[in-house]
């Protein structure tokens, strides 16, 4: 039996709530139990979808949300650099739009599920820094992963020179 099986239903649910941060535990809780409940990995998640990359990082979702920036430099870097492959760079660029929007939320109990169980195989007061590290919301992170898009648009806006201006007008 596994760590989150053998937790009580009210325990369970204020692990949950540690982690995920009291603003939005019980949106999260509620797309979680739809989705245990019908063992799909589909489900719309509006801000996943509208903020794809950007999301992942504000929840703290590192992984996903370092290899969707990657795919998003790769498909700035192909709509800039490399006319030929402008409509790739923009296909590039839409999968994580696509996978957040629509599997987010999975991904996000996964990486939640995950955590409640490495947090309990902790001391209180470990599991309390734990939480706060790694779960909730973080909007300083978000605004770095912003101005790090930025630069790396500029650099390659002002590296590609004026023909790329020229074929932008």
């Not at 937790?7 to 709530?17: N, Q, V």
């Not at 999260?28 to 063992?39: C, I, M, P, V």
């Not at 979808?49 to 996903?64: A, H, N």
């Not at 806006?157 to 201006?165: K, L, Q």
Request: net charge positive; with cysteine.
């Amino acid at each position: 039996m596994s760590v989150l099986e053998s937790m009580k239903k009210r325990e369970l649910r204020r692990e949950y709530t540690m982690m995920l941060g009291e603003e939005k535990a019980e949106y999260y809780l509620n797309k979680f139990d739809k989705l245990t409940a019908s063992r799909k990995k589909l489900s719309l998640n509006w801000a996943g979808l509208l903020f794809s990359t950007y999301w992942c990082f504000y929840r703290k979702l590192f992984l996903p949300g370092a290899v969707f920036l990657l795919l998003n430099f790769a498909g700035l870097y192909l709509v800039l650099m490399k006319p030929d492959l402008a409509l790739l760079g923009n296909m590039i660029s839409v999968i994580p739009t696509v996978i957040c929007g629509f599997f987010g939320n999975y991904l996000y109990m996964m990486y939640v599920q995950k955590s409640i169980v490495v947090a309990n195989q902790l001391a209180t007061t470990e599991k309390e820094r734990y939480y706060a590290n790694n779960g909730g919301t973080s909007m300083r992170i978000v605004l770095g992963i912003l101005a790090a898009m930025l630069f790396f648009a500029m650099a390659l806006f002002f590296s590609a020179g004026p023909e790329v201006i020229e074929r932008m007008s």
